[in-house]
């Protein structure tokens, strides 16, 4: 193809490929860490970890019934129970990366589908769809969720499954709103003037130009989904206890802030960390995939 | 005190012509990651009372920057001025604080930008954006104010001042909007007056009226204005002197009729014989249509409907296009004239399947169905478009060889490698590189962009392409190359092209034969000869005169318009507007009665 000696230039100058641009980038590398952590330790927390995550353990409260702060034999401490926080908050990730990733994923998908689809087509169909969105709107997200998960017997699935039909609204409006202002392009016209279908044109030319705006909703969405799972915790429909999550441990020690703070820092870290390092991946993303930005690295 | 002031210049000024601005070694740069680039390098010019100075130049010669400069409006903090002096009278301007700036702008000099609806604030009236412009420098009564505002909408000769004051900017159309502005920025009567593009955005009717408007009102108030242009047609009719600039240097200055005559330097000369002039067309040699034709349009009409009331039911329609036919020889180039809003661009779009319709269009012996957007594929493949805005038509996400081949991917032509093969060669055709497959399309300048556009409407080796205002939005010597490339593109294909166009110069250059539509119908049609030679409509003769002549020594006979605003394609319903008869004159020539 190309002439003798082109070869290595060609090889330098060709623009790398969107991955390993990715892993140019500070920020993201840290953001993966940290996610690569949470993961980790979520799938390998029996080995990581002497104790088990419901264990009332007798050396774990002081003499007076105290919980015990960060020390070597707890290393993060232990709760009101005398549970290993440690422990509790690798068990936990488990839950919260299953409602900050799947469920919010889910509500992603559904989001983008609904709001896409009643963007490009308007009519009839938009219509409906974005009627819908606007009654799931107006209806108290919360009061919502209640309802479902009274409804159904409370286990992990139906919490991320609850989450889920709540959650999707907002991106639906947002990407609805993009879509038809990208509909309206001219190049959007120019495509359907060379004869690209409806598929082609929503996979090839719409889609690409929402990817920022799905990203950023995707990493607001987990710092988002793994609160309200905690608050459904709370109020007795989300994850029941003994089972962990980040979002019950907080609430579960939250009136002993004053006495026992670690026990509302860990866990309260461990959230900001997760929806940080998406976040930080999410923006690398953006900038990676927009052939606009190239260069400004 | 202010009063005081100005009749204090104003008397310095009157014995002989005296230098109200003057411009000294001014440097502009913008600070960017390889520190201070130079957007305008040490321009000196100055201007005296009454005369026009034209700053004429390509997109990025740093022409606007240098106005926003003098202004005191660069974007801040990137762009700055880094060296030289712009003095108004005995003032500084360059060293003023910005709170000292603020009472000469508008005050002593006012500026009118090139798109009055983006100028003009949507939720206020005409009368309050007036009344601010002057109370931020006056301090009048009431009454008073009241009164210069009316004046001043007088001076630009605006019908039914006292109405337009209650008016909100979106009620006016593109012209009087333009006069808004002008009455804004003389309601102070400043000593500077600077245009930027001022008639750029506006129909050619349009801006002639508001040229001769500029004109009158210089004469009446002795006011200096800089016109900044890209259109050596406008700097021939207006400018007493003219400034050309290249990549933010001066290259040229001197009288109008002395560039005009004997350009000095290269790209001034280049510069004005790229311009599209009246009466060239006639030389070329005129290509001999086929008999058969790839485009028949018969009885076509588009209608937009308006609703209104509670339950949104059709009050009125808008009727783009009103019975108009016309065919496409395959091999000519068929032009459409007209100003905005005539329907010209909506003939376009339903011709491409893009908006549904009444009447019958074959295109290469097949019907288009009448829904629009369900055009069968083969259909696609004989027509294709071209758009005026080449940023606007390419997916900004995509890389342009993928955009070139995308026509054949989504007919399913070739293989992979025969379409990179094909991409390859189009891209040479069009005078780009291989090289350049691979970018994006912000990578490429405004002319390339549009080689970009041409290159993906070949793809498919269609028998028909539609140019909709495709060189319009392209710098003089661009364009010119662009129509090159058009005409020899169609000798080496034997394509037919249906061009879309405002511009009466370009149409007269490239077309075979012509269409003048007005309010959605055609009032006359006939070849290029028959059209421009010996034009019958009215409608055609106003545009015709219309255009801005590239020659100072050119002498515009005295004429009187009528100054009522163009009527509106909207009608109720059932009050369909009557569709004109084609009176046939000569062979081929048809003229509305």
Same mark, same amino acid.
């Given at each position: 193809?190309?002439?003798?000696?082109?070869?290595?230039?060609?090889?330098?100058?060709?623009?790398?490929?969107?991955?390993?641009?990715?892993?140019?980038?500070?920020?993201?590398?840290?953001?993966?860490?940290?996610?690569?952590?949470?993961?980790?330790?979520?799938?390998?927390?029996?080995?990581?970890?002497? !104790?088990?995550?419901?264990?009332?353990?007798?050396?774990?409260?002081?003499?007076?019934?105290?919980?015990?702060?960060?020390?070597?034999?707890?290393?993060?401490?232990?709760?009101?129970?005398?549970?290993?926080?440690?422990?509790?908050?690798? !068990?936990?990730?488990?839950?919260?990366?299953?409602?900050?990733?799947?469920?919010?994923?889910?509500?992603?998908?559904?989001?983008?589908?609904?709001?896409?689809?009643?963007?490009?087509?308007?009519?009839?169909?938009?219509?409906?769809?974005?009627?819908?969105?606007?009654?799931?709107?107006?209806?108290?997200?919360?009061?919502?969720?209640?309802?479902?998960?009274?409804?159904?017997?409370?286990?992990?699935?139906?919490?991320?499954?609850?989450?889920?039909?709540?959650?999707?609204?907002?991106?639906?409006?947002?990407?609805?709103?993009?879509?038809?202002?990208?509909?309206?392009?001219?190049?959007?016209?120019?495509?359907?003037?060379?004869?690209?279908?409806?598929?082609?044109?929503?996979?090839?030319?719409?889609?690409?130009?929402?990817?920022?705006?799905?990203?950023?909703?995707?990493?607001?969405?987990?710092?988002?989904?793994?609160?309200?799972?905690?608050?459904?915790?709370?109020?007795?429909?989300?994850?029941?206890?003994?089972?962990?999550?980040?979002?019950?441990?907080?609430?579960?020690?939250?009136? !002993?802030?004053?006495?026992?703070?670690?026990?509302?820092?860990?866990?309260?870290?461990?959230?900001?960390?997760?929806?940080?390092?998406?976040?930080?991946?999410?923006?690398?993303?953006?900038?990676?995939?927009?052939?606009?930005?190239?260069?400004?690295? | 005190?202010?009063?005081?002031?100005?009749?204090?210049?104003?008397?310095?000024?009157?014995?002989?012509?005296?230098?109200?601005?003057?411009?000294?070694?001014?440097?502009?740069?913008?600070?960017?990651?390889?520190?201070?680039?130079?957007?305008?390098?040490?321009?000196?010019?100055?201007?005296?009372?009454?005369?026009?100075?034209?700053?004429?130049?390509?997109?990025?010669?740093?022409?606007?920057?240098?106005?926003?400069?003098?202004?005191?409006?660069?974007?801040?903090?990137?762009?700055?001025?880094?060296?030289?002096?712009?003095?108004?009278?005995?003032?500084?301007?360059?060293?003023?604080?910005?709170?000292?700036?603020?009472?000469?702008?508008?005050?002593?000099?006012?500026?009118?930008?090139?798109?009055?609806?983006?100028?003009?604030?949507?939720?206020?009236?005409?009368?309050?954006?007036?009344?601010?412009?002057?109370?931020?420098?006056?301090?009048?009564?009431?009454?008073?104010?009241?009164?210069?505002?009316?004046?001043?909408?007088?001076?630009?000769?605006?019908?039914?001042?006292?109405?337009?004051?209650?008016?909100?900017?979106?009620?006016?159309?593109?012209?009087?909007?333009?006069?808004?502005?002008?009455?804004?920025?003389?309601?102070?009567?400043?000593?500077?007056?600077?245009?930027?593009?001022?008639?750029?955005?506006?129909?050619?009717?349009?801006?002639?009226?508001?040229?001769?408007?500029?004109?009158?009102?210089?004469?009446?108030?002795?006011?200096?204005?800089?016109?900044?242009?890209?259109?050596?047609?406008?700097?021939?009719?207006?400018?007493?002197?003219?400034?050309?600039?290249?990549?933010?240097?001066?290259?040229?200055?001197?009288?109008?009729?002395?560039?005009?005559?004997?350009?000095?330097?290269?790209?001034?000369?280049?510069?004005?014989?790229?311009?599209?002039?009246?009466?060239?067309?006639?030389?070329?040699?005129?290509?001999?249509?086929?008999?058969?034709?790839?485009?028949?349009?018969?009885?076509?009409?588009?209608?937009?409907?308006?609703?209104?009331?509670?339950?949104?039911?059709?009050?009125?329609?808008?009727?783009?296009?009103?019975?108009?036919?016309?065919?496409?020889?395959?091999?000519?180039?068929?032009?459409?004239?007209?100003?905005?809003?005539?329907?010209?661009?909506?003939?376009?779009?339903?011709?491409?399947?893009?908006?549904?319709?009444?009447?019958?269009?074959?295109?290469?012996?097949?019907?288009?169905?009448?829904?629009?957007?369900?055009?069968?594929?083969?259909?696609?493949?004989?027509?294709?478009?071209?758009?005026?805005?080449?940023?606007?038509?390419?997916?900004?996400?995509?890389?342009?060889?993928?955009?070139?081949?995308?026509?054949?991917?989504?007919?399913?032509?070739?293989?992979?490698?025969?379409?990179?093969?094909?991409?390859?060669?189009?891209?040479?055709?069009?005078?780009?590189?291989?090289?350049?497959?691979?970018?994006?399309?912000?990578?490429?300048?405004?002319?390339?962009?549009?080689?970009?556009?041409?290159?993906?409407?070949?793809?498919?080796?269609?028998?028909?392409?539609?140019?909709?205002?495709?060189?319009?939005?392209?710098?003089?010597?661009?364009?010119?190359?662009?129509?090159?490339?058009?005409?020899?593109?169609?000798?080496?294909?034997?394509?037919?092209?249906?061009?879309?166009?405002?511009?009466?110069?370009?149409?007269?250059?490239?077309?075979?034969?012509?269409?003048?539509?007005?309010?959605?119908?055609?009032?006359?049609?006939?070849?290029?000869?028959?059209?421009?030679?010996?034009?019958?409509?009215?409608?055609?003769?106003?545009?015709?005169?219309?255009?801005?002549?590239?020659?100072?020594?050119?002498?515009?006979?005295?004429?009187?318009?009528?100054?009522?605003?163009?009527?509106?394609?909207?009608?109720?319903?059932?009050?369909?507007?009557?569709?004109?008869?084609?009176?046939?004159?000569?062979?081929?020539?048809?003229?509305?009665?």
């Amino acid at each position: 193809m190309t002439k003798a000696g082109a070869p290595e230039i060609s090889a330098e100058t060709l623009p790398p490929s969107a991955l390993s641009r990715l892993a140019h980038r500070k920020m993201a590398l840290v953001g993966i860490s940290l996610i690569l952590i949470a993961f980790l330790g979520a799938v390998f927390a029996p080995w990581l970890t002497p !104790y088990s995550p419901n264990d009332q353990m007798f050396d774990g409260l002081t003499l007076e019934g105290a919980p015990i702060g960060p020390s070597a034999t707890f290393v993060l401490g232990t709760d009101l129970l005398g549970r290993d926080l440690l422990t509790r908050i690798l !068990y936990g990730a488990r839950t919260s990366l299953l409602i900050g990733v799947v469920a919010n994923g889910i509500a992603l998908v559904i989001g983008t589908v609904v709001g896409v689809t009643a963007g490009y087509f308007r009519g009839w169909v938009g219509g409906v769809l974005m009627r819908f969105t606007d009654l799931m709107m107006a209806f108290p997200a919360l009061l919502l969720a209640i309802t479902l998960a009274a409804i159904f017997q409370p286990s992990l699935w139906i919490v991320v499954m609850v989450i889920a039909t709540v959650n999707w609204v907002q991106a639906a409006r947002v990407l609805y709103t993009e879509t038809t202002s990208l509909a309206e392009r001219e190049f959007i016209a120019a495509e359907r003037t060379l004869g690209a279908g409806n598929l082609r044109i929503l996979f090839r030319h719409i889609l690409p130009h929402l990817v920022p705006t799905i990203i950023v909703w995707g990493t607001l969405g987990i710092s988002t989904t793994v609160l309200l799972e905690a608050t459904l915790s709370y109020l007795g429909i989300g994850v029941q206890p003994p089972t962990p999550s980040w979002g019950n441990i907080i609430f579960e020690n939250q009136t !002993y802030f004053q006495a026992a703070p670690w026990l509302v820092f860990f866990p309260g870290a461990a959230i900001l960390m997760l929806a940080l390092a998406f976040n930080l991946v999410g923006d690398a993303l953006r900038d990676v995939l927009d052939p606009t930005q190239r260069g400004s690295e | 005190m202010k009063l005081a002031e100005k009749e204090i210049s104003g008397a310095a000024l009157a014995p002989e012509r005296k230098e109200v601005l003057s411009v000294q070694d001014l440097t502009v740069s913008v600070r960017s990651a390889n520190g201070l680039t130079p957007l305008v390098s040490n321009l000196s010019f100055s201007i005296s009372k009454g005369e026009t100075l034209a700053i004429a130049g390509e997109s990025g010669s740093g022409k606007s920057i240098t106005s926003l400069a003098i202004m005191g409006l660069l974007p801040p903090p990137a762009v700055r001025v880094t060296g030289g002096k712009i003095n108004l009278g005995e003032v500084e301007l360059t060293k003023l604080p910005e709170a000292e700036m603020q009472r000469y702008r508008g005050d002593r000099i006012a500026m009118i930008f090139q798109e009055p609806m983006t100028s003009l604030n949507p939720i206020m009236t005409i009368g309050q954006q007036l009344t601010e412009a002057l109370e931020a420098h006056e301090d009048l009564p009431r009454k008073e104010v009241q009164a210069r505002v009316l004046e001043a909408l007088r001076a630009v000769r605006i019908s039914e001042p006292e109405r337009r004051l209650r008016q909100y900017p979106h009620e006016l159309s593109g012209g009087m909007r333009q006069r808004v502005m002008i009455a804004m920025a003389i309601a102070l009567k400043p000593d500077v007056l600077i245009a930027d593009e001022p008639t750029t955005a506006l129909d050619v009717t349009v801006q002639r009226e508001v040229l001769n408007l500029l004109r009158d009102l210089q004469a009446e108030l002795g006011t200096a204005i800089i016109l900044i242009t890209h259109d050596m047609g406008v700097v021939a009719e207006m400018a007493d002197r003219v400034i050309v600039m290249q990549s933010g240097r001066m290259v040229e200055e001197g009288s109008v009729d002395g560039i005009f005559r004997a350009p000095g330097r290269r790209y001034t000369q280049d510069l004005l014989a790229a311009v599209p002039r009246m009466g060239k067309g006639g030389h070329k040699r005129q290509s001999k249509p086929a008999e058969d034709f790839v485009a028949c349009i018969d009885d076509l009409s588009v209608r937009f409907d308006i609703r209104s009331g509670l339950f949104g039911r059709v009050s009125h329609h808008v009727h783009a296009v009103h019975h108009v036919s016309f065919d496409i020889a395959a091999g000519e180039t068929f032009a459409i004239v007209g100003e905005s809003g005539c329907g010209k661009s909506t003939v376009a779009k339903t011709m491409v399947g893009l908006v549904p319709f009444q009447g019958d269009i074959d295109i290469a012996g097949c019907a288009l169905g009448r829904e629009g957007r369900d055009a069968p594929k083969s259909l696609r493949r004989d027509v294709q478009m071209i758009f005026q805005d080449p940023m606007a038509s390419l997916d900004p996400r995509m890389k342009v060889g993928d955009l070139v081949a995308e026509p054949l991917v989504i007919h399913g032509i070739g293989s992979a490698q025969e379409r990179a093969e094909r991409v390859r060669y189009l891209f040479n055709r069009v005078g780009l590189s291989d090289d350049q497959i691979d970018r994006y399309p912000h990578e490429f300048s405004g002319g390339q962009r549009q080689r970009i556009c041409i290159a993906r409407s070949l793809a498919l080796q269609p028998k028909l392409i539609i140019a909709d205002e495709s060189v319009s939005a392209l710098d003089v010597t661009v364009q010119a190359r662009v129509l090159d490339l058009l005409q020899a593109l169609k000798e080496e294909f034997g394509i037919a092209f249906l061009f879309i166009s405002h511009d009466m110069a370009v149409v007269e250059n490239i077309a075979d034969r012509v269409a003048v539509m007005y309010l959605g119908q055609i009032v006359e049609t006939g070849s290029r000869a028959q059209v421009f030679g010996a034009p019958q409509h009215p409608y055609t003769r106003r545009l015709i005169e219309a255009v801005p002549v590239p020659d100072p020594s050119f002498k515009r006979p005295v004429e009187v318009r009528p100054s009522g605003e163009v009527p509106s394609p909207m009608r109720a319903v059932g009050d369909a507007p009557k569709a004109v008869k084609l009176r046939e004159v000569s062979a081929g020539h048809l003229v509305a009665q």
